[in-house]
């Protein structure tokens, strides 16, 4: 007997309401998407490319649109919450699920303080609020990093009230979000445009920088939070569960809130260049120098629009930087207690993250670890420029994934329901795994030890959950289907550490150290290190495929979501 997937979620998602439609969703993306990204990265971008960036937001645009259109198919299948920490579960079973699991909740749960910290930032420009930011390191002082906290807590207090009132006040806040860049961008480019900028020093062939233009480009795209800026439509995923009609909506709502946020941002960029004040740049003598710039470094567009003597467009932007990302910081407490609450249902974690409030509905327990591990976030990075890139690389860990699990399922299970087929999956889901591999890849050596730090500890925690028996439904090690998940995360880190892209590591380059640890002396020449990673990202995909879940392991894992499996009419692959 077939049931339909508003009914089988019901079963499944117990306790967590249905209110959410196709706008709601698009804008929970879109929320995500228009965040401090626009607020920082387009001066991040012009410091380390020059005009060059706007190349870089173009790649970025690209790679965010295929590894979005692979959740797009994903996201109608399995319409549950926490979506993107779960896809690898069905797919390869527990050790890969658990893994791209925890870089999910990872990254949800970093970017709620770094909203909170770009927000802090922005009001640190005010006559009364240059106590809560430090310009000579840019980072927060003690009193910056509590108020940081404090808005933090509101969002929290606001998913408390229940998931109708964020999907009511997220829709105001999100059109409110869009509609300034936009604003900018006209000011801009309509009264306050100089088209000389986009020569000045060299132009897109800028001097200034120790590494070629192309590398520059290319580091860019992470360390600049440009993919950071792009990533979060997985939001309207992770809300699946609370979709009135996900097989719908989930699709049509991931691709147009990406289209929409990749036109704003390199719009954003653009005008932001063209904007500059030549004096501004002379000053800086360089593209780079534009970062020592402690006014501009600090609040960019707000000292933009104050050099060119638009006062009211600076007010209006400085509140902005104030409404903009704690509306992203809103969405991301929502969607790491959503991610967590995932986990828990696939059995990794204890199963008190699935309780919710008897009138709200809300995950009350795993909001409130979202909360703490913010906290654990924002203490030893209380700066916008210091957590991006680390945020930004557990993000695409955890987008690789999904390429991973379409190509998998569409091999054991090609007869599942799928609402949206993405075309040409076949070639689209490895390019989206090389993406993201290429993205890891040029966050570099001293971001990737970090995050891999966070792993570790995320494999603690489960394992302490299943030594303990904290959750009876935690499912057998699947390790098996999960045999390529480790060789990829220690090639990769491999490929970084004799690559282009960040030196450093976690414990810094300095000391006995210094030779060995300091990682990134670029032993591998540029153009042949993403040959390199590109064979090795097809490589492993294509192990994985080969190494999936057998089909009544699938079975048993996908059941739970879709029994029944077929709904006539539904989008299959073809055998």
């Known amino acids: 007997m077939l049931t339909s997937a508003v009914e089988q979620e019901i079963v499944q998602e117990q306790g967590l309401k249905r209110t959410v439609g196709f706008f709601g ?37 690209i790679m965010v649109i295929v ?18 920490a779960r896809y690898p579960h069905y797919a390869y079973g527990s050790v890969a699920g658990a893994t791209f699991g925890w870089f999910s909740y990872l990254q949800a749960a970093a970017v709620a ?61 999100t059109t409110w979000k869009v509609l300034i860049p936009i604003l900018a961008i006209i000011v801009f480019l309509g009264f306050k445009f100089h088209s000389g900028n986009f020569s000045a020093d060299g132009g897109f062939w800028f001097k200034g920088t120790t590494k070629s233009i192309p590398e520059a480009i290319m580091e860019a795209i992470p360390h600049a939070g440009i993919v950071f800026a792009l990533l979060g439509f997985e939001q309207a995923v992770q809300l699946g569960a609370e979709s009135r009609n996900p097989q719908r909506d989930l699709p049509r709502s991931v691709i147009g809130a990406v289209l929409i946020g990749c036109v704003i941002y390199i719009l954003v960029q653009f005008a932001f260049v063209g904007a500059l004040s030549p004096a501004t740049i002379a000053h800086a003598h360089t593209w780079a120098g534009l970062m020592k710039t402690t006014l501009l470094s600090s609040s960019p567009y707000y000292t933009v629009a104050k050099v060119a ?43 008190a993250f699935e309780k919710t409030t008897r009138n709200t509905k809300v995950p009350l327990i795993a909001v409130a670890v979202a909360f703490v591990f913010g906290i654990l976030f924002l203490l030893p990075f209380p700066s916008w420029y210091r957590l991006v890139t680390a945020v930004t ?58 995050v891999y730090a966070g792993l570790v500890i995320g ?87 080969y190494r999936r879940l057998d089909t009544a392991r699938v079975d048993q894992y996908v059941g739970t979501v879709q029994p029944g499996e077929v709904e006539h009419g539904a989008a299959q692959v073809s055998a």
């Open 25 to 61: 969703l698009m804008w929970a993306s879109e929320g995500s998407i228009i965040g401090s990204g626009w607020l920082f990265g387009a001066l991040a971008a012009t410091a380390l490319a020059g005009p060059g960036s706007l190349l870089s937001w173009v790649i970025a645009a």
């Open 67 to 84: 590894i979005a259109l692979v959740h797009a198919e994903l996201g109608g299948m399995f319409a549950v919450s926490g979506g993107t």
């Open 113 to 173: 303080p770094i909203e909170a910290i770009a927000a802090v930032t922005y009001m640190s420009t005010t006559s009364w609020g240059g106590f809560m930011y430090n310009a000579k390191t840019a980072i927060l002082t003690t009193d910056g990093v509590l108020i940081a906290i404090g808005l933090m807590l509101v969002f929290v207090v606001i998913n408390v009230v229940g998931i109708r009132w964020f999907a009511h006040t997220n829709t105001t806040v």
């Open 309 to 351: 003597g638009l006062a009211w467009l600076a007010w209006i932007l400085r509140l902005d930087a104030v409404v903009s990302p704690s509306g992203t910081g809103l969405i991301y407490i929502t969607s790491a207690s959503r991610v967590s609450y995932g986990l828990s249902r696939n059995g990794y974690i204890p199963n």
């Open 393 to 450: 690389t557990s993000a695409v860990l955890m987008y690789c994934g999904a390429p991973l699990a379409l190509g998998a399922l569409r091999k054991s299970k090609p007869e599942l329901r799928r609402p949206y087929l993405l075309p040409m999956g076949g070639v689209l889901a490895p390019l989206a795994f090389v993406f993201g591999n290429f993205i890891i890849y040029w966050a570099g050596w001293s971001t990737i030890t970090a």
């Open 459 to 545: 494999f603690i925690l489960i394992g302490a959950s299943y030594a303990f028996k904290l959750n009876p439904n935690r499912p057998k090690l699947d390790w098996a289907a999960a045999v390529w998940v480790f060789p990829w995360l220690i090639g990769m880190g491999i490929l970084c550490y004799f690559g282009n892209f960040g030196a450093g590591g976690m414990i810094g380059g300095t000391g006995i150290f210094k030779t060995v640890w300091n990682g990134a002396d670029g032993m591998i020449p540029l153009w042949w290190d993403l040959v390199i990673v590109a064979a090795w990202s097809l490589f492993i995909y294509y192990m994985a495929i």
